[in-house]
């Protein structure tokens, strides 16, 4: 059975780090494209950062972009997103979620099929 796993959200001062995980079990990782969303109270869920099944092409949404950084080891089935200068626009729940997208379509939620749990990432000021 698919099945994403997100850990790593909590609390985090406004201008720190904060690292996320998202680890897949239960089929072939390698043959999907891995993206980042986030969605705030009362706000539509935002596309934060995808990865190319194998890792060499990443995508950022604007609002992120020099900020995040999102990687995947796919020996390891994981899929990480390293959070820097967070601020307080970054509060909210992050989903990671899997799919095949074609560029055009790759930063729609719409394109994935399989979505974690999701993690809260709180930043205080």
């Known amino acids: 059975q698919v099945q994403l796993v997100e850990s790593g959200g909590g609390s985090v001062p406004a201008g720190g780090s904060l690292r996320l995980s998202c680890v897949a079990s239960g089929w072939n990782f390698r043959n999907y494209d891995i993206a980042w969303f986030r969605q705030a109270p009362g706000k539509e869920r935002e596309f934060v950062a995808a990865?190319?099944?194998?890792?060499?092409?990443?995508y950022y949404g604007d609002s992120v972009k020099g900020r995040f950084t999102i990687s995947r080891d796919n020996a390891r089935m994981t899929v990480s997103l390293q959070m820097n200068m967070v601020n307080s626009e970054d509060t909210a729940v992050y989903y990671c979620?899997?799919?095949?997208?074609?560029?055009?379509?790759?930063?729609?939620?719409?394109?994935?099929?399989?979505w974690g749990q999701g993690t809260q990432v709180t930043v205080s000021t």
């Open positions: 990865v190319r099944r194998n890792g060499g092409t990443t």
């Open positions: 979620a899997a799919g095949s997208a074609m560029t055009a379509t790759i930063r729609r939620s719409t394109t994935y099929t399989t």
